[in-house]
């Protein structure tokens, strides 16, 4: 482009010199008498067509210029010169992988060139054929090429092929698309994924001026922090990224792995007990359904009541957050409260320390519940601090034999008194203790799923997707501000919220004198009074009520099958009815999808049940 607009201005420069020499050499001539003043007309006219030539040569010359200019630098890397590196992880018992196949495709599709680490997929039962195949079309073709003619030797082609691209040596980010590479390699990429934080060891391995994106816990882990910033790198922790924005709900590793959490806490607590979740009326005897208490309604407690209450257990729950009730109660659970007027609603939707008055409240609830409830699960963390302690020794003793107790903060040194991290125990009386800290890796599958899709949103949303282009930039955007942790060789969290909209645009207010008002002139004010418009309104939704159900008498009287108008009111009804539930659940936990997402939740575990309960007997 700039050749071409150098060569556009060395030709357009001769025709403007000559305008401008004609321009300069033109002399007006004499005023002509009065009988031939109608010939003075074309001169005129000749003087302004050299000055409409020379402006146009001028505009020319200009333009030229201007596209002859460089282009300013795109801000950011582009992604064709990136690598992405995925290094197994070395925590006992994580099975999770940062990155499946399905990811890495979606990375290799915007230009980023994957390093996978060899054997990263193991425990989530991905093979490294799978993210080979995945991240290069030419990869899957020679993978596809199996035995032939019945034999049990692989094709040549496949092995040539497979050599040439990914087992040759080259630098990183030289060949597009997923390549399998030793731990070094993964580690000294450009930008490095993993699950758990980063160790001493790993931290050491890193390049300079990289970027990492994995859980960090900035918090609890001061030291790592300090090594990531002496090690030059910039650090983005996932789990500090604020879970309060709704664009955010596509990077929360938090939210998308305490779903699972809640799940297999059930899943553990339905194998550990000695009967049945759900109730049945059997020809052998009766069997009472299970009473499950789930202390904490945040995404892992509410996961839990929804998996509870699908295998029928009755479930109740409890919250120090006025908010979650709602959310509780559109998943078909109970609602416990003691007789106290406080809320724990903390920031970003977590909860806060409650009083001694309270806590003691609460306490004299989960004694009288231990002895009732045959599970009770356990999700209670406050950010930076220990796990609070909510079921004592005591109330497990008082629990019947054969009762299990899963406390899901037992990493955080738990809510139970007789919770062991990492292992169950059983205690004297016959109760079931699980306190595994690798719930989420016992769906490694799935796990690593949503994490991966969580990274892989968030790196995608670093910079500008749509010209490809890499950038860190907290001063643009939110979430990336919330999650930084290290940057320039400092530590940096936690960064101050950016000033909203309105604070930016708001002026500066200056002091106004003090001036006494004057007296308020009445003023007349056109339309209707607040009683008449009300009024309006209420006679709107009236006529729109009564105009549908004329629409649903029109249609009975003319459908030709009762059963068709039965269906069709059925659904309008619930509709209706549905769309008032969903619209009118607070968002005050997370966010409003998040809100909203569990209504939705709410109402389809509603529906099974009442289908269960409505559909005949076999």
């Known amino acids: 482009m700039a050749l ?61 210029a201007v596209a002859a200019s460089p282009a300013p630098a795109p801000a950011g890397t582009p992604y064709s010169s990136l690598s992405v590196g995925v290094p197994r992880e070395t925590h006992p018992g994580e099975k999770r992988a940062a990155a499946t196949p399905d990811s890495v495709a979606r990375l290799v599709k915007a230009g980023f060139s994957v390093l996978v680490e060899q054997g990263l997929g193991e425990g989530a039962e991905h093979s490294d054929d799978a993210y080979l195949a995945a991240g290069t079309p030419l990869a899957a073709a020679a993978l596809a090429c199996g035995p032939a003619n019945g034999t049990r030797a692989p094709c ?128 052998a005897g009766n069997v009472q359904p299970a009473k499950v208490l789930i202390i904490g309604a945040g995404v892992a407690g509410l996961a839990a009541i929804q998996t509870a209450k699908a295998m029928g257990a009755v479930v109740r729950a409890f919250d120090v957050r006025a908010a979650a009730r709602e959310q509780v109660e559109a998943a078909g659970a109970e609602f416990l409260t003691v007789n106290m007027k406080e809320d724990g609603s903390g920031a970003g939707g977590y909860a806060k320390e409650m009083s001694p008055e309270f806590i003691a409240a609460e306490m004299a609830l989960f004694a009288a519940q231990a002895r009732d409830c045959d599970v009770i699960i356990t999700t209670a963390l406050i950010p930076g601090k220990p796990a609070p302690r909510l079921i004592s020794a005591e109330m497990v003793a008082s ?95 936690p960064l101050p919220p950016l000033p909203k909209a309105e604070e930016k645009a708001a002026p500066a207010k200056k002091a106004a004198p003090l001036v006494e008002a004057p007296a308020p002139t009445p003023t007349l004010v056109a339309g209707p009074d607040a009683a008449a418009a009300a009024f309006q309104a209420t006679l709107k939704d009236a006529v729109l009520i009564a105009l549908a159900l004329a629409t649903l008498l029109a249609l009975g009287l003319t459908s030709p099958s009762a059963v068709q108008m039965a269906l069709a009111t059925t659904f309008l009804l619930a509709c209706l009815v549905g769309f008032q539930v969903v619209a009118g659940v607070a968002p005050a936990l997370h966010s409003p999808l998040m809100s909203v997402t569990n209504a939705v939740s709410g109402i389809r575990l509603s529906q099974r049940a009442s289908a269960s309960h409505t559909s005949p007997r076999r």
């Open 399 to 493: 629990m019947r034999p054969g009762s299990v107790t899963v406390d899901l903060a037992a990493e955080a040194g738990g809510n139970i008194e007789t919770t062991v991290p990492g292992s169950a125990v059983r205690t004297a009386n016959g109760v079931t203790c699980v306190g595994y800290t690798d719930l989420t890796s016992r769906c490694a599958g799935q796990a690593s799923a949503m994490f991966a899709n969580n990274v892989t949103n968030f790196v995608l949303s670093l910079g500008d997707s749509k010209a490809s282009l890499f950038r860190v930039d907290p001063e643009a955007d939110e979430a990336v501000r919330g999650a930084l942790i290290t940057s320039a060789g400092a530590a940096v969290w």
């Open 156 to 283: 040549v082609a496949r092995i040539a092929l497979l050599y040439v691209l990914f087992l040759t040596p080259r630098p990183a980010g030289a060949l597009p698309g997923a390549r399998l590479v030793s731990r070094a390699e993964a580690l000294g990429a450009d930008v490095v994924t993993k699950v758990r934080p980063f160790t001493a060891e790993e931290v050491g391995s890193l390049k300079r001026g990289a970027v990492t994106v994995s859980l960090v816990a900035p918090a609890q882990n001061k030291a790592l922090v300090a090594q990531l910033a002496g090690a030059g790198v910039t650090a983005l922790g996932l789990d500090c990224i604020p879970r309060t924005l709704s664009r955010a709900q596509a990077f929360d590793v938090l939210s998308s792995q305490a779903n699972i959490a809640g799940f297999r806490a059930v899943m553990e607590a339905a194998h550990a007990l000695p009967r049945f979740l759900a109730g049945q009326f059997t020809m």
């Open 4 to 64: 071409c607009g150098q060569a556009h201005v060395l030709l357009r420069a001769p025709a403007v010199a000559r305008l401008s020499r004609r321009a300069s050499s033109y002399a007006p001539p004499t005023p002509p008498s009065a009988a031939l003043r109608p010939r003075a007309l074309p001169a005129a006219l000749s003087q302004r067509r050299v000055a409409v030539r020379l402006s146009r040569g001028r505009t020319l010359l200009r333009a030229s």
